[in-house]
């Protein structure tokens, strides 16, 4: 499968670079980053740390995505609306990693879906979309005299909060709980806030050093607490997850997917 990485200089662009290349049947054959970036016409592999692929850094994605069968995206918000629709144009994959969306961010991606094939996911990762199964069960058994709270951890670095990961555990207790998370979710508490209201879902977001991710939902009922963690040590995982979502939507009808879809979950 022939890919390109878009956002091939950043934190996830680079280990995506060396991920393609140590994954059999696939290929880099783009590299995107922005105008005006340091990396323009340096080697990506180089810029990954693996050796020349002969693949230059290019700030013109439209030739790329024209000979390319799928793009691996983990960039910012905006970036990403504008390659879904030139991977729609495309008719390629788009494997959308990126987090911080907007409501108006998701309705364009569908709209783009109706010709790319495009798999999105807040966490990548095997470990984290298990979880959200495993958190839909226990909200829709414990019921609401169990608060449910989820923090969150990321490097000092990282710019959109609550993490995607974290609103995309919301969404899986909100299911099991069948509420909507919009309605019900709290993102921060300052002040006299008054007493929780029951049925609430509370966010937490702490930022600090270099921890790739770290997630808990907790379930705090009277007299006992459940939590359940996921910890990522290393953002290879979450590349892993994208270049097996990419292979894995090469043959699929245009339409919007996520991990689950794609792990069978
Ligand atoms: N779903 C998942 O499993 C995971 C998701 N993520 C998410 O992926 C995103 C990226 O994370 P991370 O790699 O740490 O961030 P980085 O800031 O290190 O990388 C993002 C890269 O995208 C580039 N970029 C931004 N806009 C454009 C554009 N218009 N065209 C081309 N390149 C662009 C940035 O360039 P510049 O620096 O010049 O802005 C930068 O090189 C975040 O939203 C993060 O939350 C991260 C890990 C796992
Ligand atoms: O920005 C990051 O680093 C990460 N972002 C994703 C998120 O917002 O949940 C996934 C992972 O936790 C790392």
Known sequence: MRLVVVGAAGRMGRILIRTIAE???????GAIER??????EHDAGLLAGIGLL?????DDPLPVFADADGVLDFTAPAATVAFAALAAQARIVHVVGTTGLQADDFTRLEAAARHARIVQSGNMSVGVNLLAGLVRKAAATLGEEFDIEIAEMHHR???DAPSGTALLLGEAAAAGRQIS????SVRSRDGHTGARQSGDIGFASLRGGTVVGEHTVMFAGPGER????????DRTLFARG????????????????????VLGF
Do not use: Q
């Not at 994954?23 to 054959?29: A, K, S």
């Open 181 to 184: 998370l919009a309605d019900r």
């Open 23 to 29: 994954t059999e049947g696939c290929r880099l054959v």
């Open 54 to 58: 002969e693949v230059n850094v290019t």
């Open 242 to 261: 994208a270049v097996k979502a990419a292979l894995w939507a090469f043959d699929k009808k245009p339409g919007y997917y996520t991990m689950a879809d």
């Open 157 to 159: 670095m990282k710019v």
């Open 226 to 233: 459940i939590e359940l963690t996921h910890r990522a040590e």
């Open 35 to 40: 105008s005006g970036s340091e990396a323009l």
